[in-house]
């Protein structure tokens, strides 16, 4: 369906996104069921490393320091604060001017400066990793899979619910994109947006699946690419198609059995792949060695410490429970409870309670990404705007609340 926005608008926002860099950019709260819960109900909470999540909070805040005044990063109408920058401005004062060097000073600080919520609904992860793809810079041989830059005229702009949606303008109207069938048949040849060339067009698929990646050249050396944008059209879960034509059972889908049953398959692979109308486009990036991708917070995602999550429901930078009870796909108990932030979201990441793991790069990693769908509980850990009876945290942890924004 089209959709028609003002052409001021949508000109202005897309400058306005590309500024924030970690294009955040505001969209409509929902509602979901919390209560407010304790730390003695987070299992194992005493025994996680809060020195490390201390410092990647204070990460977290140097990436909220930058973002301009008045930014949403997300969450849930629910939720009593951290929706809004100025809503962190205490916490991360507290950070910056705190002396917190050792694990109970860490634990203090978190239990000081943010309440627990748990969200009442069950608790849906997934995972997700940083894949490897082998790729040439030039078109030849067996590279033959072109890996596209975001074209010139691929903007964004706000639908009538304050949604971000990818399109162009087609006679005034803003319109989705070029689908998946229309550029593999050739509609953006010609361009110069080839950014390197892959062998397969089912390594495309996870590597837009992902949204991130690296590229292993044919002499060794390696390019790092991240999402760039999309087509704005629906996303449609290859693994869904796969069940819907009756080729595999729900229960079997994994990203192993969707790459074996479409190299078992490769004349319906182009029939498979393009019933999926999205498509992701990619940019070149730099990173240091042994970071991880940059996620859209803004900032590079660490293996089981950074989650994607809805951003109707939770908020960018937010501190996330993640408590796992439940069977794997072999029937054996899974049992995995540890602090997470939310630096991420994705397409197919959608309500209360649902998030995707990231679980860092190699086979090991893909492997249980690709098997892990498990249920579990989620708590938000949401930043408190003072402290009253400040405890001894850091040395100007009391003072801190001098200048925040009360909501």
Same mark, same amino acid.
């Given at each position: 369906?089209? *959709?028609?926005?003002?052409? %001021?608008?949508?000109?202005?926002?897309?400058?306005?996104?590309?500024?924030?860099?970690?294009?955040?950019?505001?969209?409509?709260?929902?509602?979901?069921?919390?209560?407010?819960?304790?730390?003695?109900?987070?299992?194992?909470?005493?025994?996680?490393?809060?020195?490390?999540?201390?410092?990647?909070? =204070?990460?977290?805040?140097?990436?909220? !320091?930058?973002?301009?005044?008045?930014?949403?990063?997300?969450? =849930?109408?629910?939720?009593?604060?951290?929706?809004?920058?100025?809503?962190?401005?205490?916490?991360?004062?507290?950070?910056?001017?705190?002396?917190?060097?050792? $694990?109970?000073?860490?634990?203090?600080?978190?239990?000081?400066?943010?309440?627990?919520?748990?969200?009442? *609904?069950?608790?849906?992860?997934? +995972?997700?990793?940083?894949?490897?793809?082998?790729?040439?810079?030039?078109? /030849?041989?067996?590279?033959?899979?072109?890996?596209?830059?975001?074209?010139? !005229?691929?903007?964004? +702009?706000?639908?009538?619910?304050?949604?971000?949606?990818?399109?162009?303008?087609?006679?005034?109207?803003?319109?989705?994109?070029?689908?998946?069938?229309?550029?593999? =048949?050739?509609?953006?040849?010609?361009? +110069?947006?080839?950014?390197?060339?892959?062998?397969?067009?089912?390594?495309?698929?996870?590597?837009?699946?992902?949204?991130?990646?690296? %590229?292993?050249?044919? !002499?060794?050396?390696? %390019?790092?690419? /991240?999402?760039?944008?999309?087509? /704005?059209?629906?996303?449609? &879960?290859?693994?869904?198609?796969?069940?819907?034509?009756?080729?595999?059972?729900?229960? !079997?889908?994994?990203?192993?059995?969707?790459?074996?049953?479409?190299?078992?398959?490769?004349?319906?692979?182009?029939?498979?792949?393009?019933?999926?109308?999205?498509?992701?486009?990619?940019?070149?990036?730099?990173?240091?060695? +042994?970071?991880?991708?940059?996620?859209?917070?803004?900032?590079?995602?660490?293996?089981?410490?950074?989650?994607?999550?809805?951003?109707?429901?939770?908020?960018?930078?937010? &501190?996330?429970?993640?408590?796992?009870?439940? *069977?794997?796909?072999?029937?054996?108990?899974?049992?995995?409870?540890?602090?997470?932030?939310?630096?991420?979201?994705?397409?197919?990441?959608?309500? =209360?309670?649902?998030?995707?793991?990231? %679980?860092?790069?190699?086979?090991?990693?893909?492997?249980?990404?690709?098997?892990? *769908?498990?249920?579990?509980?989620?708590?938000?850990?949401? &930043?408190?705007?003072?402290?009253?009876?400040? $405890?001894?945290?850091?040395?100007?942890?009391?003072?801190?609340?001098?200048?925040?924004?009360?909501?």
């Amino acid at each position: 369906m089209a *959709k028609h926005y003002s052409p %001021l608008v949508c000109l202005v926002m897309v400058p306005l996104c590309i500024a924030l860099a970690g294009c955040m950019p505001g969209l409509p709260s929902a509602q979901m069921d919390v209560k407010p819960a304790d730390y003695s109900q987070l299992s194992g909470w005493e025994r996680e490393d809060h020195l490390q999540l201390f410092k990647m909070l =204070a990460e977290e805040c140097q990436r909220i !320091d930058h973002l301009p005044a008045g930014t949403f990063l997300g969450g =849930a109408s629910t939720l009593p604060s951290g929706k809004n920058v100025e809503e962190w401005k205490g916490v991360c004062t507290a950070v910056k001017t705190g002396a917190v060097d050792q $694990p109970a000073q860490a634990r203090q600080f978190f239990e000081a400066w943010f309440q627990p919520y748990l969200i009442t *609904k069950q608790a849906f992860y997934t +995972g997700y990793y940083d894949p490897e793809v082998p790729a040439s810079l030039t078109k /030849g041989g067996e590279y033959q899979v072109p890996l596209y830059r975001r074209p010139a !005229d691929l903007l964004h +702009g706000r639908n009538a619910a304050g949604e971000l949606e990818f399109g162009h303008w087609v006679d005034a109207v803003f319109r989705p994109y070029d689908d998946r069938a229309t550029i593999n =048949a050739g509609s953006l040849e010609g361009k +110069g947006l080839e950014l390197a060339w892959l062998k397969s067009p089912v390594d495309l698929l996870f590597l837009q699946t992902q949204g991130s990646g690296r %590229l292993r050249l044919p !002499d060794g050396g390696e %390019l790092f690419v /991240g999402y760039d944008g999309r087509n /704005g059209r629906p996303y449609v &879960p290859v693994g869904r198609i796969l069940v819907r034509r009756g080729a595999m059972r729900a229960e !079997d889908v994994s990203v192993k059995t969707i790459r074996a049953w479409l190299e078992a398959h490769p004349d319906q692979v182009k029939s498979v792949l393009e019933s999926n109308p999205s498509y992701v486009f990619f940019r070149s990036v730099e990173r240091k060695a +042994g970071e991880g991708p940059v996620g859209g917070f803004g900032i590079a995602l660490q293996a089981q410490r950074s989650l994607a999550i809805d951003r109707h429901f939770v908020s960018y930078g937010m &501190p996330v429970w993640v408590e796992i009870n439940d *069977k794997g796909r072999d029937g054996q108990a899974v049992s995995w409870a540890h602090m997470t932030f939310a630096q991420d979201s994705g397409s197919d990441i959608r309500g =209360a309670g649902r998030g995707d793991l990231f %679980l860092g790069e190699g086979e090991k990693a893909a492997t249980i990404a690709g098997d892990m *769908k498990v249920y579990g509980r989620m708590f938000v850990l949401a &930043p408190r705007l003072s402290l009253p009876n400040a $405890p001894n945290v850091g040395a100007s942890t009391a003072s801190a609340s001098g200048g925040q924004t009360a909501k």
